[in-house]
């Protein structure tokens, strides 16, 4: 199928872009790699295409005091060959390879992915385990939210019309801070089947509910209790939500073995 027809436009500043996202039925187009598809099956039908790759300002990967700023635009392929991310960010290096497939983390951006928040996706679990900060930027000014505020519910953010997402800022890891990234994929590349970004004692799980869920455990017993108690993980066309669970399990068996060597 083909896209539905759709106004294009790309604004130079942010101004005009908080300006055009005033256009009713507006949508904000990054790296394309979720939206066209969406077009294509015409799950979506926005008026006008506000392409943002444009704006500077969405751009770049910094190191800024104590955390690492990554701008909206940075695609996913830029992150895999940053020595910031590899140095400071063990964590999100480790998940960046399981997201899609190298054509798809050529153009996708992190900004995207967050903004999109599919339960399946990687980075909004990492960046709920790192407790990272979103700034976010609209017609009436910047704001910051943290990410379990962030994150509200099935593809729900906290992004309001009109508003976008400039950057990510993560905290810099410290020595003593141990992480590991497990997923459980059909395929390499594939959207996980269920996964863990687990930082020090906090055990975020993704594809296991509508948003990242947490768990935290001071101990392997007391994890395993608080994985059954809270993970309710949906059932799809693949595996029932108790083999979900199953798997989620062995994921935080492998996890822990890990952090305590
Ligand atoms: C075959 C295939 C496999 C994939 N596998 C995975 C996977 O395993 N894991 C994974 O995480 N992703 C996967 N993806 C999705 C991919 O990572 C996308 O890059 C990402 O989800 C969206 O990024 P994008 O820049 O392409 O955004 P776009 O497709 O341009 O936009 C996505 C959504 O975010 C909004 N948006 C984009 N940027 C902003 C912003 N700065 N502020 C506000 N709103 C914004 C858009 O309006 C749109 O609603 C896959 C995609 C495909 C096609």
Do not use: C
């Given at each position: 199928m083909k896209a539905p027809a759709f106004a294009y436009a790309k604004p130079a500043?942010?101004?005009?872009?908080?300006?055009?996202?005033?256009?009713?039925?507006?949508?904000?187009?990054?790296?394309?790699?979720?939206?066209?598809?969406?077009?294509?099956?015409?799950?979506?039908?926005?008026g006008l295409l506000v392409d943002i790759t444009g704006l500077k300002e969405l751009k770049g990967i910094s190191v800024q005091g104590n955390s690492i700023r990554i701008g909206a635009?940075?695609?996913?392929?830029?992150?895999?060959?940053?020595?910031?991310?590899?140095?400071?960010?063990?964590?999100?290096?480790q998940a960046i390879p399981h997201v899609a497939h190298a054509a798809i983390r050529n153009r996708g951006t992190i900004g995207g992915s967050m903004a999109l928040a599919d339960p399946a996706a990687e980075y909004p679990a990492v960046a709920v385990a790192l407790e990272a900060e979103f700034l976010i930027e609209g017609k009436k000014g910047k704001r910051k939210a943290k990410a379990t505020a962030f994150f509200k519910g099935l593809f729900e953010t906290d992004l309001k019309p009109g508003e976008l997402l400039v950057a990510v800022e993560f905290p810099i890891a410290k020595?003593?801070?141990?992480?590991?990234?497990?997923?459980?994929?059909?395929?390499?590349?594939?959207?996980?089947?269920?996964?863990?970004?687990?930082?020090?004692?906090?055990?975020v799980f993704f594809s296991a509910g509508p948003k990242p869920v947490v768990?935290?455990?001071?101990?392997?017993q007391k994890a395993k209790e608080n994985l059954s108690k809270t993970l309710k993980p949906p059932a799809d066309?693949?595996?029932?939500?108790a083999a979900k669970l199953h798997l989620a399990g062995v994921?935080?068996?492998r996890a822990w073995?890990?952090?305590?060597?």
């Amino acid at each position: 199928m083909k896209a539905p027809a759709f106004a294009y436009a790309k604004p130079a500043t942010l101004g005009e872009a908080f300006a055009l996202l005033q256009v009713l039925n507006a949508k904000v187009l990054a790296g394309g790699q979720s939206l066209i598809p969406s077009l294509n099956m015409r799950l979506s039908s926005p008026g006008l295409l506000v392409d943002i790759t444009g704006l500077k300002e969405l751009k770049g990967i910094s190191v800024q005091g104590n955390s690492i700023r990554i701008g909206a635009l940075v695609t996913h392929a830029q992150m895999e060959r940053s020595p910031e991310i590899q140095k400071h960010l063990p964590l999100l290096a480790q998940a960046i390879p399981h997201v899609a497939h190298a054509a798809i983390r050529n153009r996708g951006t992190i900004g995207g992915s967050m903004a999109l928040a599919d339960p399946a996706a990687e980075y909004p679990a990492v960046a709920v385990a790192l407790e990272a900060e979103f700034l976010i930027e609209g017609k009436k000014g910047k704001r910051k939210a943290k990410a379990t505020a962030f994150f509200k519910g099935l593809f729900e953010t906290d992004l309001k019309p009109g508003e976008l997402l400039v950057a990510v800022e993560f905290p810099i890891a410290k020595p003593s801070d141990k992480s590991v990234f497990l997923e459980l994929a059909r395929r390499h590349g594939d959207y996980a089947i269920i996964g863990l970004a687990a930082h020090n004692s906090k055990f975020v799980f993704f594809s296991a509910g509508p948003k990242p869920v947490v768990v935290e455990g001071g101990s392997m017993q007391k994890a395993k209790e608080n994985l059954s108690k809270t993970l309710k993980p949906p059932a799809d066309l693949y595996s029932s939500s108790a083999a979900k669970l199953h798997l989620a399990g062995v994921l935080l068996e492998r996890a822990w073995t890990t952090l305590s060597t």
